[in-house]
């Protein structure tokens, strides 16, 4: 009888072993409502590599985009209150009226579909816009562009991360470069409320910010600079402009992606 209850207790450890192991995969491999099987859900398969949600909205956000930002853009130059807001309405016009054929053609190829006018928002800073005058107009000009440009730029970043479609990549590196082009065209006009961007992200954020400590007042020892170890030869040269803060290279190659 002893030996019957020993192998029993085995049996039963052993059935309890085999299946707290168990759990975790099959907790795992066959449940839904994971980022990864909404993921799947949502994408379709192209030649170009999967086509995601996330890829689709990036489109319709790059279209929409040129839609407003472009004809604000012609209003800033015909309107000219200065040559900073003159200068950063030819970036806006020149700059959408490119990236949106890219977008298009992007678009034709997978065959998403585009918006033709502005969302609600978009028409109400244009009709803003369109009301403003002087000075008003020159701080409405740079800030809400500034601020629309702001927000896309963690989009394109994201999309340029994750993406797995080899046209939607080649798009967010060209976006990626308008945009920054634009804002630093709008920061140069010197109107963007810095204080006022941070104080929105602020409030749309929970987590904690990380660094150094506050500085003392005191000066901090210099960081020893960042060299190429050992004797290297290397071919590469910084990017356009490195010596002048805030400049931007805007010249990009057309697409040649192959199917």
């Not at 085999?18 to 379709?44: C, H, K, M, N």
């Not at 369109?130 to 394109?156: D, I, M, P, Q, W």
């Not at 991360?161 to 006009?189: G, K, P, W, Y």
């Amino acid at each position: 009888m002893r030996r019957v209850n020993g192998t029993v207790l085995i049996i039963a450890a052993l059935i309890a072993t085999l299946g707290a192991l168990a759990f975790p995969i099959w907790s795992y491999a066959d449940r839904s409502g994971t980022g990864q099987d909404r993921l799947e859900a949502s994408t379709v398969a192209t030649r170009w590599g999967p086509l995601s949600a996330t890829d689709r909205d990036f489109l319709v956000r790059v279209r929409l985009a040129g839609l407003w930002e472009l004809p604000a853009g012609q209003q800033a130059i015909e309107r000219a209150p200065s040559e900073a807001i003159r200068d950063a309405g030819d970036h806006l016009v020149v700059g959408h009226a490119d990236l949106d054929r890219r977008a298009r053609e992007v678009a034709a190829k997978l065959g998403v579909q585009l918006p033709n006018q502005p969302n609600d928002q978009q028409q109400g800073w244009l009709r803003e816009l369109s009301a403003a005058t002087g000075e008003a107009y020159e701080r409405a000009f740079a800030n809400l562009l500034r601020n629309a440009h702001g927000k896309v730029f963690s989009l394109v970043a994201q999309v340029r991360h994750t993406t797995r479609n080899t046209l939607i990549r080649q798009l967010a590196s060209d976006a990626n470069q308008t945009v920054l082009d634009h804002i630093t065209m709008l920061e140069a006009t010197g109107k963007v409320d810095f204080d006022a961007i941070a104080d929105e992200a602020a409030g749309g954020t929970t987590a904690s910010p990380s660094g150094p400590p506050a500085p003392d007042g005191g000066t901090p020892p210099a960081p020893a600079a960042v060299e190429p170890p050992g004797d290297l030869s290397p071919t590469s040269r910084p990017s356009p402009g490195a010596g002048t803060p805030g400049s931007i290279d805007t010249r990009r190659p057309e697409p040649g992606i192959s199917p």
